[in-house]
């Protein structure tokens, strides 16, 4: 106990923190003054000297540690020539290794899956129930198309590649079905079939309706950019008008034109994609070919 007149020893924290709210101090604010470096003007570090710095020129004028470069040699752990770095512990090691410690330092159980039967890391290794991870991935995420199912149309074993509802199709029926056409048995109309009732068309029977092409707005199996055959081969032979000699272009038109309005517009992409005698059209159309008979001889 004190006696009235005596004064303790008081903690420089705890006398400040018993009369800060009697001095009133505000917070701190950094002083504004003009950078020497890049001349703006606003909170700076070294304000009352004669070199203060904004708060951009200060944090690139600090030191930084400069990275050692790897070195080339053979990894002490793994025994490949690779790019080595330094670690405290175990000296040096190439980055594989170095990823390795902290990704391989939990193994795995090893047991028998309860699903597939394979010898496998699992998970609930201790469990009755052992799942492998392909099984668990499986689980948590089904597939779409889960292996072994028959296709609708077909009825053959194949890899899907369209389902709707509980019906699925596989790739060869779901080209052919996109490439064809039926008059519809409920709206009387010309359309494409539909996967679940193959006579009436998609609209009818309220299925999705997938491939249409983006200029002309027909229901055909798209070809490239989300374009039609026949637009597509319009498109190409556009471009071929516009970057050719428009008095090259001239002579071969009426060709260019019985191109683009054949029958089979996709044998046509095919025959201009893979024939030597599209290239010959291409250098009559640029003028790098005088159309003639000993030219195309």
């Keep these: 106990m004190l006696s009235r007149g005596e004064r303790a020893a008081v903690v420089h924290s705890c006398y400040r923190r ?17 950078c020497s470096r890049c001349g703006a003007e606003g909170p700076s570090w070294y304000a009352r000297t004669d070199r203060p ?5 200060h944090s690139r004028s600090r030191p930084r540690s ?21 670690t405290r512990l175990d000296g040096l090691l190439c980055r594989t290794c170095i990823r390795g410690r902290y990704t391989r330092a939990w193994e795995q159980p090893v047991r ?15 469990s009755s129930r052992p799942v492998c991870v392909p099984c668990r991935r499986r689980e948590l995420h089904p597939p779409l198309f889960p292996p072994g199912r028959p296709c609708s149309a077909c009825g053959q074993t194949r890899k899907l590649a369209l389902r709707v509802g509980d019906l ?14 039926i008059v519809c048995a409920e709206c009387g109309q010309t359309r494409r079939p539909s996967l679940a009732k193959p006579g009436k068309c998609e609209h009818c029977v309220g299925e999705p309706i997938r491939h249409v092409c ?28 516009a970057d050719g000699d428009p ?45 003639s008979h000993r030219a195309l001889d």
């Design 112 to 126: 028998i899956c309860a699903l597939c039967g394979q010898t496998r890391p699992c998970f609930f290794a201790h």
């Design 247 to 291: 008095a090259a272009v001239a002579t071969p038109e009426p060709y260019l034109n019985a191109l683009g309005g054949g029958p089979q517009p996709s044998t046509t992409l095919k025959w201009m994609g893979r024939s030597a005698g599209y290239e010959t059209v291409v250098e009559l159309a640029t003028g790098a070919r005088e159309i």
């Design 66 to 86: 400069i990275p050692r470069p790897p070195v080339m040699m053979r990894c002490p752990r793994c025994g490949r020539v690779k790019p080595c770095e330094r």
């Design 214 to 241: 983006r200029d002309c707005g027909a229901e055909e199996h798209n070809h490239t950019g989300g374009r039609c055959a026949r637009c597509t081969l319009a498109e190409v032979l556009r471009r071929l008008r």
């Design 168 to 181: 699925a199709e596989c790739q060869n029926c779901n080209h052919k079905r996109l490439r064809s056409k």
């Design 18 to 34: 018993e009369n800060i709210k009697r001095w009133e101090i505000g917070e701190w604010v950094k002083p504004i003054a003009v």
């Design 53 to 57: 710095l904004c708060d951009s020129c």
